[in-house]
C-alpha cells in the first residue's frame, strides 16, 4: 500500500463491515424522521448538515415533541461533545496536513468513521498516506448514511415496526471495541466508562457520555501504573 | 409547527465546530505527555459508555434479568467478537439472538 489510492480503497475496505451496522441505522432514522413531522428534504439535509447519527435521532425525536429550538440545540451539542475527544485524539497524526484535508477529514468525524481510521493510525508502519485511509473510510460511511436516509425516508412505513433495528448500532460499537481490549489498561478503562455511563446515566443531554468517558479514561491512565 | 431549518444549520455548524476544535487547537500548542498517553483510552471508553446503557436500560432502570433480551443478545455479541474479532458476525449474531427471543418468548 505505497500509494494514496491503495490507501484510500483499503479505507473504504476497511468500513465496509460497518456498514452493515450503520444501514439499517440511517434507515430508522428516516423512518423517525418523517413520522416526527419532518419533510424529505428536511430529514434527508439534517443528514448532510449535522452528519451524526445519535444526535439526528434525538432531534427528530425532540421536535415531534414540539420542544423549544433552543433545547434541541443544546441537546445536539452536547451528544456531540464526545467527538472533541476523537478531534484530540486524530489531531496530533493530521497535523501536517493543509487546512483543505483538516477541515474535510473533521467533517467525516463520526464515531464509526473515526473508530476505523484511528486504527490505520495506530499501525507501525510509516506510510505518508494514511490521511487517506481515513478519507476512504469516511467517505464510505457519508455514502451509505445518505443512501440509507433516503431510502428510510421513500420506503420507510413499509418497514415492519416490530424489528429492532436500532440495535445494530450498540452491536457496531460491541464489534469496534471489543476486539481492541488488548491489555488491562484498556479493559480497566472501558469497564470503568461503562459502568459510570450506567450510574448517572439520568444526566440531561446524555451528559452520562462524557462523565462516563472522562472516568474511563482516568482510570486507564491509572491502571497503566500498576 | 415552526421551521426546522434553523436549528439543524446551527447544530451543524456546531457539530463541526466540535469536529475542528484540537485539530486546530493542538495545531500550535504541544500537550503534555499525559494528555497524549489518555488519547489512546478515548475509543474504548467512549464506546463503551454508549453500549452500557443500551443493553442494560429497559424505559430509564437497569434491568439485569433474563428479561432483557438486548442484554443476553450483547452478551453473545461480545463474546462472538472477542472469539471472531469480526464485524460482520458479531451484528449478525447479535441481532439474530435478538430476533430469535423476540419471536421465542
Known amino acids: 500500500m505505497a500509494n494514496a489510492q491503495g490507501e484510500f480503497f483499503q479505507g473504504v475496505k476497511g468500513e465496509l463491515p460497518i456498514l452493515v451496522g450503520v444501514v439499517p441505522f440511517g434507515m430508522i432514522y428516516g423512518i423517525l424522521a418523517l413520522g416526527a413531522g419532518l419533510s424529505e428534504v428536511e430529514a434527508q439535509a439534517m443528514s448532510v448538515v449535522v452528519f451524526a447519527g445519535s444526535a439526528q435521532f434525538m432531534l427528530v425525536q425532540l421536535f415531534g415533541a414540539g420542544t423549544p429550538a433552543l433545547v434541541m440545540i443544546l441537546t445536539g451539542f452536547v451528544i456531540n461533545l464526545r467527538h472533541a475527544l476523537y478531534s484530540a485524539s486524530v489531531a496530533p497524526h493530521i497535523k501536517k496536513l493543509s487546512p483543505l484535508w483538516k477541515t474535510i477529514l473533521a467533517y467525516l468525524l463520526t464515531d464509526e468513521a473515526y473508530a476505523v481510521a484511528i486504527t490505520r493510525y495506530y499501525k507501525r508502519d510509516a506510510s505518508p498516506f494514511k490521511h487517506w485511509y481515513f478519507l476512504g473510510a469516511g467517505l464510505a460511511l457519508w455514502t451509505s448514511w445518505q443512501i440509507s436516509t433516503a431510502v428510510g425516508v421513500f420506503l420507510g412505513a413499509q418497514f415492519p415496526a416490530s424489528w429492532p433495528l436500532d440495535f445494530t448500532l450498540a452491536l457496531t460499537f460491541i464489534a469496534l471495541v471489543v476486539p481492541a481490549l488488548r491489555d488491562r489498561p484498556s479493559i480497566f478503562a472501558a469497564t470503568s466508562a461503562g459502568a459510570v455511563a450506567l450510574l448517572v446515566a439520568g444526566l440531561p443531554y446524555k451528559l452520562n457520555l462524557i462523565v462516563a468517558a472522562i472516568v474511563g479514561i482516568i482510570v486507564g491512565l491509572w491502571s497503566e501504573k500498576k | ?105
Open chain 2, 1 to 105: 409547527m415552526n421551521s426546522f431549518w434553523p436549528t439543524m444549520i446551527i447544530v451543524g455548524i456546531l457539530t463541526f465546530g466540535i469536529r475542528l476544535s484540537f485539530i486546530i487547537i493542538l495545531d500550535r500548542w504541544q500537550p503534555p505527555k499525559l494528555i497524549e498517553r489518555a488519547l489512546r483510552f478515548v475509543p474504548v471508553a467512549v464506546l463503551s459508555a454508549i453500549i452500557a446503557p443500551e443493553l442494560i436500560l429497559r424505559s430509564g432502570t437497569a434491568d439485569f434479568t433474563f428479561e432483557n433480551l438486548r442484554l443476553i443478545a450483547g452478551i453473545v455479541a461480545i463474546i462472538v467478537a472477542w472469539k471472531t474479532k469480526n464485524i460482520i458476525w458479531t451484528i449478525v449474531a447479535g441481532m439474530g439472538i435478538l430476533l430469535a427471543l423476540q419471536y421465542l418468548l
